[in-house]
């Protein structure tokens, strides 16, 4: 999985591309190699605004783009929750497949069948 890391408003240090790349390794297993994921990280500067730090992510894969958003009062919390929802939408996702791949082999064929003779 490819993975972009982007700040608007905020600096990207090592630590949180580190951290974010740590909590990933869980989601990158379970998506193609090809995936690729963009994560923007941002911070309203607003004082009335007490969750000001955001975490979005968009993760593309063949045929569905998935996207996660998160708001907290710190920048790792916003990370962490942003991950855990990414990770609840790849489990749904791969398990809807395999629903589809298990009930489509699971489904009666008619092979060789022939149209009866006048």
Do not use: F, W
């Not at 700040?7 to 990933?24: F, K, Q, S, W, Y």
């Not at 090809?34 to 593309?60: F, G, H, K, M």
């Not at 855990?84 to 699971?106: F, G």
């Amino acid at each position: 999985m490819q993975i972009d890391i982007r700040g608007r408003n905020v600096p990207v240090t090592d630590e949180i591309r580190e951290h974010a790349e740590r909590r990933l390794g869980k989601v990158a297993r379970q998506v193609s190699d090809l995936a690729q994921l963009e994560i923007e990280i941002s911070q309203e500067r607003n004082p009335r605004v007490a969750d000001c730090y955001v975490a979005e992510a968009t993760l593309y894969l063949k045929g569905v783009t998935l996207r996660a958003c998160d708001r907290s009062p710190e920048m790792v919390h916003s990370v962490n929750e942003m991950v855990d929802e990414l990770a609840r939408q790849v489990k749904r996702h791969r398990d809807k497949l395999r629903r589809r791949r298990e009930a489509h082999a699971a489904s009666p064929r008619v092979v060789g069948a022939s149209l009866p003779s006048t």
